[in-house]
């Protein structure tokens, strides 16, 4: 009996040396609910987000910043009306929601792009803000010489709609050309061409505004509108008389300062509206460029040489509201004395001669719940333009 209690005994630890089969030294840490931290265990459960409640907002001080690595945007977290400065990843919408380094609250980088950002913290998602990278520096507020003076230059926004495979075009081209050699109608004015007729138009700008009478047709301060008069004496006469017209309808309500940087085929604009009277505005930018070469076609017999060279041709026109509204971006209200800020950039193609290359910058008031231009300027791609007082 002894025998078989004692082969029973053998057997029994050779079956629990089967079973615990490892190193005595290093036993196996067991997997138990007790012990989620196990690293062999593979199905370690996540630790729940503590829930959190409120309205999580993101903003930045800075809508552009240089490419350099050093120069930063600084955000700022706020759950309802606290701020949040730990715990939170910011992520770049436009890089599939990637993860973004950030030292602190401040964001730097050294490619240049547009980053749309947002930021995450715990169980909440904010708003989206864009940020943009550039290569060039970016443009301060320009020095206001008059503080104190409303009382700005006015002039008038003047833009023809042509193309130089618009047979008609060139009784405005000569009309116009009459009308502007008149040193008073010309210092009211600031001409700009759009060549949106046909895509075969060497200066030819896609996705602009079509205008409503055909081609050719001028509009001044996106308000008055004229086509040709057939002959050049007559649509020179119509021209200046509404030049006068819609120059007199109103004094400058609002007066422009620009600062704009150039490099490596980037414009950075930063445009400075300041208000003379309290109201709703706009503002725009285009990109012109002289010295372009186009045949003209020509269904009046008007056709002359110089109509073949294109100046004044927008390349560019970062002023759309809408798909019928291009009177430029909303700064909101302004009150009296006060001004408002907007930045542009704007890419150019490798065939636009930055030498031959200008801006024209607009700023337009609501009237009657639709907007007019009440000023225009215009300024080199690479320089600084101060308010223009009388």
Known sequence: MKKV?????LLFAAAMLAVSCGDPADPQTPVTPENPENPENPEKPEQPQEPVTGTLTLSVDKLIIQSNGSDAATFTVKLDDKDITSDIVFRDSKSGDAVIKTDGMKFTTTEAKEYAIWAEYKTLMSNEVKVTAVASEVPETPEDP???NTSFVRRVLLTQFTGTECGWCPVMKAGLKDALSDESIADKVIKADAHNFSAQDPAYIGGFYTPADGYPTVILDWTLSFGHQRTTANTSK???QLINERYDAEEAYAGIAVNSKYADGVITLKAVVKAAQTGNYRVGAWLLEDGLKGQQKDNSGLLEDWMHNLDDCVRIADSKASSSNFCGHSLGQIKAGETAERMFIMNMKK????????LVVFVSRETDKSYSVTNVVKCPIDGVLQFEYK
């Open 238 to 240: 119509v021209a200046k």
């Open 146 to 148: 008059q503080p104190a």
């Open 5 to 9: 209690l004692r082969y029973a005994s």
């Open 351 to 358: 065939s636009w001669v930055p030498e031959n290359c200008e």
